[in-house]
Nanobody, 125 residues
């Protein structure tokens, strides 16, 4: 069983930065595609960014150029560097792990097998 634990959330003013971390245990981290999703109150969970097991990265249009996903297989950790934060980025951020091998990681939450508990990010104007 894979456990994922997110950290690094918090409150920041618009234009600020945060770095989220997601530490994995109990599985073979290097073989999983990893994704970051977010969910605002009253909204569905939406794709933010993903990284394949070979290191290919993909991000949503809404965060492209501002957010960067990366992974450190030696530390079993995936990161989300968030710059130029906007109030609309406010949400609970979740990391997910996808065991299925695909060249391009999925942008659909339903494709991910394991999830962390989430970390709150609040951006004030």
């Amino acid at each position: 069983q894979v456990q994922l634990v997110e950290s690094g959330g918090g409150s920041v003013q618009a234009g600020g930065s945060l770095r989220l971390s997601c530490a994995a245990s109990g599985g073979t981290f290097s073989t999983y595609a990893m994704g970051w999703f977010r969910q605002a109150p009253g909204k569905e969970r939406e794709f933010v960014a993903a990284i394949s097991r070979s290191g290919g990265t993909y991000s949503s249009i809404s965060v492209k150029g501002r957010f960067t996903i990366s992974r450190d297989n030696a530390k079993n950790t995936v990161y989300l560097q968030m710059n130029s934060l906007k109030p609309e980025d406010t949400a609970v951020y979740y990391c997910g792990a996808d065991r299925q091998y695909t060249v391009v990681p999925s942008t659909r939450a339903g494709e991910y097998d394991y999830w962390g508990q989430g970390t709150q990010v609040t951006v004030s104007s």
